[in-house]
């Protein structure tokens, strides 16, 4: 592609993730929609994060697909009427965020989009000492809940009593902090697995590795790894009832104990 599209100009022979880059540009020129504020939806954006959204919209409506090659930067330009800058800017965005890969040569490909790939962007988190635990703990809260629920609902016999061995078996490492982490893993991931929603399992996993460097401090503590223990239990016994609301109970006050447990952790790290 060597030059924006105009109006009134033939578009390009769809089929090329460039001929559907120009079709975007088109669409995108369009007058925007009206907000509640008032004014064009995007007016307020920022150049970069227009770009961006605009990428994302190509790929959620499957006009870009896996494996795509964008366009050269320089066409890329061209197409939105910008500059390198902003456009290396909202590349990057992308790129962290899991949704693109830059390969030899310097064109960017739409990835495998996977479950995996999408919960990217909690992987940087990892290794960070300074992060919001209040905002993490509130975003398990949806999304693993939610998981319980259905976990309660859709769960095979088999599912049932592997996480409640898993529960029990949590009894023999009080003071074992290493083993207990390892079991913790495979119960929470017992859970998600038998919710049946590979999607969510693939969220809640990547929301529970976040500040996993506190929590193994957390987990030494004295008397923290039995109230997990006691609380697995429970949340295990109210899913082999098939109990949902009890589960979703059992499990928020879970969540509450590991979420008060951590930040307590990263105090006391804090200050040594």
Known sequence: ?????????EPA?????????????VAGRRPAPKTDFGGPALERRSISEQVANRIMSM?????LRTGDRLPT???????????????????????????LESRQGGRYTVTDLSPSRLVAPFNLML??????????????????????????????????????????????????????????????????????????????????????????IASAVPGVIEKSVAQHVRIANAVMEKDAEAAMLAYREHLEHVRDTTIQAKAAAQKG
Do not use: W
């Open 59 to 63: 790929i959620k409506s499957g006009n």
């Open 13 to 25: 022979t769809p089929g090329t993730a460039t001929d559907r880059f120009e079709e975007l540009v």
């Open 127 to 216: 290794s960070m000492s300074d992060y919001d635990v209040y905002e993490q703990f509130e975003a398990r809260a949806l999304v693993d809940i939610e998981l319980v629920r259905l976990c309660t609902e859709r769960a095979s016999p088999e599912a049932r009593q592997r996480i409640l061995k898993l529960a029990v078996d949590g009894r023999a490492f009080h003071d074992d902090p290493v083993a207990f982490r390892l079991l913790d893993i495979e119960f929470h991931q017992a859970l998600n697995t038998a919710a049946r929603n590979q999607l969510l399992n693939a969220v809640a996993q990547g929301l529970y590795d976040v500040g996993l460097d506190v929590r193994r």
């Open 1 to 9: 592609m060597t030059r924006s599209i105009r109006q009134g100009q």
């Open 73 to 99: 930067e320089a066409q890329m330009t061209i197409a939105f009427g910008i500059s390198r800058p902003p456009l290396r800017e909202a590349l990057k965005a992308l790129t962290l965020m899991g949704l």
